[in-house]
């Protein structure tokens, strides 16, 4: 039997049957989401109702975010994308003062250390962005070395900034798992062990000949030691933070054991003498509150032999895990005292809020920007603005809305297919961004002391 | 309100490349129904039958790669011309330079739009030259269209086939619709004799066609789509941000996704094929069955490996002599091998240079057991087809790697087979758990081969399996289910459908009496509802686990 009208027969039926029921639920009004993603004239009706995720983007209730009142105004310019925001009635005036009197000092004399603590999630793991950003710093400024390493770490195996090699056993208390609450270093780790080992290699660029600090971090005890080149060495480990200089040539490599008699280990730390010191601070799926859980008393001690002349936080995709959270005006609750704990135990430093990047969410079977970011980013802003501290805008930096779609579509990608992390690449552009916001402001800076050379009147 | 868009309407029927025409567009539903009513309207005037034919697959391939289009047109003709020419020239030097220039054409676009810019940039790495890479758009259907044009003029070349009379043939034969993005790789003299045969069918390929197009789509739209948005990618494009356990799930998906996407496929071209009367031969044969690599390569890809046979293998030497090319290219990997290993991952250049001798010693060995130097030549051909096999799926040196493992693969298993493994096969019947165990290897094995297949580049790979080799752990399982509870389903359901027997279907079709078309439609809008529930379904966000 010959049977081609079975063929037409179906595919006339099927399509006059789909093409009905797609008219049909325009016509009748009728909706189901399984239904409309096959509709077949969705593409050629327009429709007023539908509410699409554009519209639905509105800030949360109560975030002031356009007004004409002056302090309003001036908190509004955290729109501005690439430009580190002091919310200050001078606008032409420098962002974090500090920061900036002791980059031209640097600048001036090549004496001093410059210290500067990057916290962040897992958009800064591996280094990412930070890297790029402690490079450009230290080929302007001056220093190498890494800066901070922590003794083992979920992504050694990733980082390109520093090789860590490390024996299995050690213990490692964070903000995840932490029993007994024993106090935790500025990464939100602590390790202890009596018989490991560790291997360090710096791998930052920077003159093979010059001076390479490595220090050891930790906790204290009465007859402390490690192990330094298979040799027992006693430490003096008598505050509740220490700051060990264990070696200080042109090696980039760093072989530690723990013994005994060792105590809680940090982390370590490879610095030049002079010059940038970037410590890298991340921790994966975290949103800043945790560093809650760090005392001030602990955080004054580490500010006693460490200080800081630059705190950066930059956290915010891990609250929008979400497709339609909007409202989050709690974390800005929640975030704010951190803000002010920082300032308390590191008085002389400047603070510098981070937003948020992009991320997206699948609405419609398309990706697009969290419904929410917009209102994350101001609170962020809200909480940076209200404790009177700078304030970057990450997302608008990135290109805003639907930015992280793009990045991770582009060719080569700049992010992933998570459309959460910036690659490698989306990573570095990154930090370049941020430096050369910094750098808008170190301009401003030098600027605003010639200028008052100028109009300083010469005595006669 | 609702409105009718006229303008948005007037755009359906142009191109965009945001939204290229797959089986899977609501575009594709008018398309096809619109061809079907014609083709059937003309089934007995065959000329017009034909150009309605041609015209439907140029205007398919129109509006999934834009003005590409005119690339095939050019190919078909350059090719007519050049086949024709080949046919009727006496000359064995001159038909011998009218193939050349064939082969020169058809690799050369393949090689300008595909390779350039690999070139580009290995040029740019090894000598500092600083060429400005391309940056072409690959067009669609190019290596598939490339590979059935060298088939045809070098079968005229051979005296196997006679050329087409007639260029809409030809044409058609090229631009065929169903097959044009993701194969099957055609032949000419398969296909070109059913062009102008009577439309006849029977119940059975009704039935059957239909079993093809919605299983396929089932593999291609729903579990193949739903893995790689909701699990695959995250895991692949950084693999260090996960456990090992999640990388290793991420790679067996992988495997399920690649054979459902490229089999499903190929299942809806094929099934439509089926009921416009023409019969292509069957592209994938449950691969995952495989108990050796060999075997495996007789089941993945059917017309491809038959294609890389016929038209590769065979002109290197095959297993009957030796060729310049079929030396060369095995000397060159593992040339290249020990200076990248030595240089680029710091190993010793004596433990570099052990490494790529040991592997090309594995076509030595079985020459120097059988004392036929002829055994070695046919490794490396076979070798040489599979590195340049490899190549064809995309230019980058994962794609060679992923086809020099396939050659090591294959060479292994020659070794084996006469060593321990013949011995066992000699042995009566070898027992269902060897057979278990040389599946689940080969499996295995092949995973190993998507790791680099898949994965964005090299580091990423290493990365891969540095995390599945050194941060594995069960523990991390409950977190993972509880997440991915879908995702486990599917995949649980793709290698359970996968498990059944390849004739199973084929036979209980076979005795269905007919179905009224009412259940046909059932089952369609069955499965278009559930194509709808899994495009709407919300995403599964991945997680981290490892903290």
């Not at chain 2, 393949?110 to 040029?123: A, G, I, P, R």
């Not at chain 2, 090319?325 to 190993?347: D, E, Q």
């Not at chain 2, 399982?477 to 509880?482: I, L, M, V």
Request: contains cysteine; glycine residues 8%; charged residues 15%.
């Amino acid at each position: 039997m010959n049977e081609p009208r079975r063929v037409v027969g179906f595919v006339a039926w099927s399509t006059v049957l789909l093409l009905g029921f797609s008219i049909a639920s325009y016509g009748l009004g009728f909706s189901w989401t399984p239904f409309d993603r096959i509709n077949l004239i969705s593409d050629v009706v327009s429709t007023d109702s539908t509410r699409s995720v554009s519209k639905d983007r509105s800030t949360a209730p109560g975030v002031v975010t356009q007004s004409t009142e002056s302090p309003e105004r001036r908190f509004d310019r955290y729109r501005t994308p690439a430009r580190i925001i002091h919310f200050q009635t001078d606008t032409l005036r420098h962002a974090l003062p500090h920061f900036m009197e002791r980059l031209h000092a640097l600048h001036q004399t090549k004496k001093g250390k410059i210290r500067i603590a990057y916290f962040g999630d897992s958009m800064i793991e591996g280094d990412l962005m930070t890297q790029t950003l402690r490079q450009l710093l230290q080929a302007e400024f001056g220093g190498t070395g890494v800066g901070y390493v922590p003794i083992t770490s979920i992504v050694s195996g990733f980082r390109q900034s520093v090789r860590s090699e490390y024996s299995r056993g050690w213990t490692d208390r964070s903000f995840k798992e932490n029993p007994g609450n024993a106090p935790l270093y500025l990464s939100g780790h602590a390790f202890k062990s009596q018989s490991d080992w560790a291997r360090f290699t710096d791998r930052t660029r920077g003159d093979s000949s010059q001076l390479i600090q490595k220090y050891l971090l930790c906790g204290s005890d009465s007859n402390a030691s490690i192990l330094l080149s298979q040799q027992e060495t006693s430490i003096a480990a008598g505050g509740s933070f220490n700051r060990i200089l264990l070696s200080s040539d042109a090696s980039r490599v760093l072989s530690i054991g723990a013994t005994a008699n060792t105590p809680t280990l940090y982390g370590i730390s490879f610095e030049s003498p002079e010059g940038i010191v970037l410590d890298n601070f991340s921790f994966r799926g975290i949103t800043g509150i945790e560093l809650a859980k760090l005392s001030v008393t602990w955080l004054s001690a580490i500010h006693q032999s460490q200080p800081y002349d630059l705190i950066v936080f930059q956290y915010g995709v891990n609250l929008l895990f979400r497709p339609m959270d909007k409202d989050f005006r709690w974390y800005g609750r929640a975030m704010q005292p951190v803000i002010e704990r920082f300032k308390q135990a590191f008085p002389k430093s400047d603070v510098l809020v981070v937003s948020t990047a992009d991320r997206a969410f699948r609405y419609q079977g398309k990706y697009a920007s969290a419904i929410g970011i917009d209102s994350l980013v101001s609170v962020q802003a809200k909480a940076a603005f209200q404790s009177g501290v700078a304030f970057y805008n990450q997302f608008a930096t990135m290109g805003g809305t639907n930015s992280i779609v793009d990045w991770a579509n582009r060719n080569p990608a700049w992010a992933g297919k998570d459309y959460v992390h910036p690659n490698a690449r989306g990573a570095a552009w990154l930090g370049e961004s941020l430096y050369k916001a910094l750098m808008r402001e170190y301009r401003l800076y030098v600027r605003s002391l010639n200028k008052g050379k100028k109009t300083t009147p010469s005595t006669p | 309100m609702n409105r009718f868009d006229i303008q948005a309407f007037g755009e359906q029927f142009l191109y965009d490349p945001k939204n290229p025409l797959l089986f899977n567009n609501g575009f594709f539903v008018f398309f096809f129904a619109a061809f079907i009513v014609l083709y059937y309207w003309f089934r007995n005037r065959l000329t017009a039958r034909r150009y309605i034919f041609c015209f439907f697959s140029l205007y398919f391939f129109y509006k999934a790669s834009g003005s590409f289009v005119g690339l095939v047109i050019l190919s078909a003709i350059v090719d007519y011309i050049l086949s024709n020419a080949i046919y009727r020239q006496g000359h064995p030097l001159r038909k011998k330079a009218l193939l050349l220039l064939s082969v020169v054409f058809n690799l050369g676009l393949l090689f300008y739009f595909k390779y350039t810019d690999f070139f580009v940039e290995l040029s740019n790495t090894l000598f500092q030259t600083g060429f400005q890479p391309l940056n072409l758009l690959l067009p669609v259907g190019i290596s598939f269209y490339t590979f059935e044009n060298l088939s045809y003029t070098i079968d005229v070349y051979r005296g196997q086939l006679e050329p087409a009379r007639k260029f809409s043939d030809y044409l058609l034969f090229l631009s065929f619709f169903p097959k044009l993005v993701m194969g099957p790789i055609v032949r000419a003299h398969d296909f070109v004799p059913q062009i102008n045969r009577p439309w006849q069918l029977q119940e059975s390929d009704f039935a059957h066609g239909f079993y093809l197009i919605f299983s396929g789509l089932f593999k291609k739209l729903i579990i193949s789509d739903y893995l790689t948005l909701n699990f695959v990618d995250y895991v692949f494009d950084d693999p260090s941000r996960y456990t090992g356990l999640e990388n290793l799930l991420a790679v067996y998906g992988y495997a399920i996704v690649i054979y459902c996407d490229f089999s499903g496929y190929s299942d809806v071209a094929l099934g439509i094929a089926r009921w416009l009367g023409f019969s292509l031969p069957v592209n994938f044969l449950s691969p995952y069955q495989s108990g050796n690599i060999t075997e495996f390569w007789r089941r993945w890809h059917i017309s491809l490996s038959s294609w890389l046979r016929d038209y590769l293998y065979i002109p290197l030497g095959g297993n009957r002599g030796s060729s310049f090319a079929g030396i060369f290219f095995p000397v060159l990997f593992f040339g290249g091998l020990a200076w990248s290993t030595h240089s680029l991952f710091g190993l010793s250049l004596l433990t570099s240079s052990l490494l790529a001798l040991g592997l090309f010693s594995l076509f030595l060995i079985p020459a120097l057991i059988q004392r036929n130097r002829q055994t070695a030549f046919t490794g490396m051909n076979l070798f040489t087809t599979m590195l340049l096999g490899g190549f064809w799926h995309g230019a980058s040196f994962n794609f060679l790697i992923w086809g020099a493992l396939h050659g090591i693969g294959l060479a292994v298993h020659k070794l084996w087979v006469m060593g321990p493994g013949g011995w066992i096969q000699q042995r009566q019947s070898p027992s269902r758990w060897y057979q278990l165990f040389m599946l689940v290897l080969t499996f295995h094995f092949v995973c190993l081969g998507w790791v680099f297949f898949k994965a964005g580049s090299l580091e990423l790979a290493g990365s891969m399996l540095h995390q599945i080799t050194h941060d594995f752990s069960f523990s991390v399982w409950p977190a993972f289910f509880g997440n991915y509870k879908t995702v486990v389903f599917l995949m649980v359901l793709a290698f359970l459908l996968h498990a059944i027997p390849d004739n199973w279907m084929t036979d209980r079709i076979g005795r269905f009496s007919r179905l009224p078309l009412i259940v046909y439609l059932l089952i369609f809008s069955g499965f278009a509802l559930l194509y709808g529930v899994f495009k709407s379904a919300e995403p599964v966000m991945p997680i981290y686990l490892q903290f």
